[in-house]
């Protein structure tokens, strides 16, 4: 589906969808508990529509209810006959798989992770490699992943570099094996906020662990029990692209519905913005962004990756230069998130150009417009809605629909917007 908009600065204000991050963390954490749990939250996306879907797969009974998902748990008793196959149907979450695929061996189910777009390409070592060494049969056959055996305890050890999502599949699944564990991260932890936010979900369930200069001890026999009510907090992921078309904007956008003390990493958009020199003022739930003297800086992200598509589209309306280092791992996502997005503001008129680990932008203060492929992936897509407000002429974004991965209503909230 392509997608035609109309170039120039954007006002108003936006309501952003919960967050997908926190909200596969809490239905998880409902599904290994003991009772039922009521998940308030707004519109689902295809990454949550996955978690549901394989969640449902493996026993939890999931439905809609006014405001929410009521989540009927699973229990691990529940063991189905040896020869049964559970199938899982991930789609293209890193998440869902990286979570599961050790939560399936701590209740010593056999199942197939039926693996979409390029999620078949996505690392899955050293996880799958530490699993093998402790009980599990792991192998893959094309887009498919197999998995069976009972998950043993022991010492664990996983790198940091690869994926966080590794050591948050272990620390959902090790406190559901009978005795003790423990889990040594080596190497320096890319994207620590979403590590951040798993312990809270298990701290939330009132599961015990304790970590120490990167050893977590996991004393084993543990039980899930969250909260009967649970809130699926406002997503930054979502806001940051409003708010980057904010900083666009003389007038402003709002963005409502944040909650400005979450440990989710891309909360650190706003202290990015400023730096670029935008106006940035604070509310209760909500931040409102316009544009100030925008200057191009130096972005680390290693531990927001997400930040950079819609980072990168604000730099090429800045003056000076922009340097986006330590983010190598985005050529594993949907696309290769450093090759799309050089390729799709090359093709609107920016000087960028790759590195081995991110992008150099010399700022235009503005764009000519054009055709923006997306590549399939949701952040690329949405980083080209901002570029359109830094534009002289249309933008059309091919593949528009693939943003239904994360906020599927974002085409919709955008045309709220006045010009």
Not at 190 to 218: K, Q
Not at 267 to 278: D, P, S
Request: aromatic fraction near 4%.
């Amino acid at each position: 589906m392509d997608r035609t908009l109309a170039p120039g600065a954007r006002r108003g204000s936006v309501r952003v969808p919960p967050s997908k991050s926190r909200m596969q963390r809490l239905l998880l954490c409902a599904a290994l508990g003991e009772k039922t749990t009521l998940l308030r939250c707004g519109e689902v996306c295809g990454d949550v529509a996955a978690m549901i879907g394989c969640l449902r797969a493996l026993g939890a009974g999931i439905g809609a209810r006014p405001g929410g998902l009521l989540v009927t748990p699973l229990h691990a008793a529940d063991v189905p006959a040896p020869d049964t196959v559970r199938e899982l149907p991930c789609g293209e979450s890193g998440a869902v798989l990286r979570f599961l695929l050790p939560v399936a061996g701590a209740m010593g189910v056999r199942a197939v992770f039926h693996r979409a777009g390029r999620l078949s390409e996505r690392p899955i070592e050293p996880l799958a490699g530490q699993l093998r060494a402790h009980g599990m049969t792991v192998r893959e056959s094309g887009a498919e992943l197999y998995c069976e055996g009972k998950l043993l305890a022991g010492d664990y050890e996983i790198g940091g570099d690869v994926s966080s999502q590794f050591l948050s599949g272990l620390l959902f699944a090790l406190p559901l094996l009978d005795v003790p564990s423990t889990l040594r991260v080596t190497g320096t932890l890319g994207s620590a906020p979403y590590v951040a936010m798993t312990e809270d979900a298990l701290r939330l369930s009132h599961v015990p662990f304790e970590e120490n200069g990167g050893l977590y001890r996991i004393p084993g026999g543990g039980r899930f029990s969250p909260p009967a009510e649970l809130d699926a907090e406002g997503d930054w992921s979502a806001a940051a692209v409003f708010l980057c078309m904010g900083a666009l904007s003389p007038s402003g956008i709002c963005v409502t519905g944040l909650d400005l003390n979450s440990r989710q990493g891309d909360r650190a958009v706003l202290e990015l913005l400023e730096r670029f020199g935008a106006v940035t003022e604070r509310g209760a739930e909500s931040v409102t962004v316009r544009r100030g003297a925008l200057r191009g800086c130096a972005v680390d992200a290693s531990q927001t990756p997400d930040l950079v598509p819609v980072l990168a589209a604000l730099a090429v309306c800045a003056g000076g230069e922009t340097r986006i280092e330590n983010a190598a791992r985005l050529r594993c996502k949907e696309s290769d998130r450093l090759a799309s997005v050089s390729a799709m503001l090359g093709a609107l008129g920016a000087d960028v150009t790759e590195t081995p680990d991110g992008l150099v932008i010399r700022g235009r203060g503005g764009l000519a417009g054009g055709i923006a492929e997306a590549a399939g992936d949701h952040r690329v897509a949405m980083a080209a809605a901002v570029a359109a407000c830094g534009c002289r002429g249309s933008v059309t974004v091919r593949g528009a629909e693939c943003v239904e991965k994360s906020f599927p209503s974002f085409w919709e909230e955008l045309a709220c917007l006045s010009m």
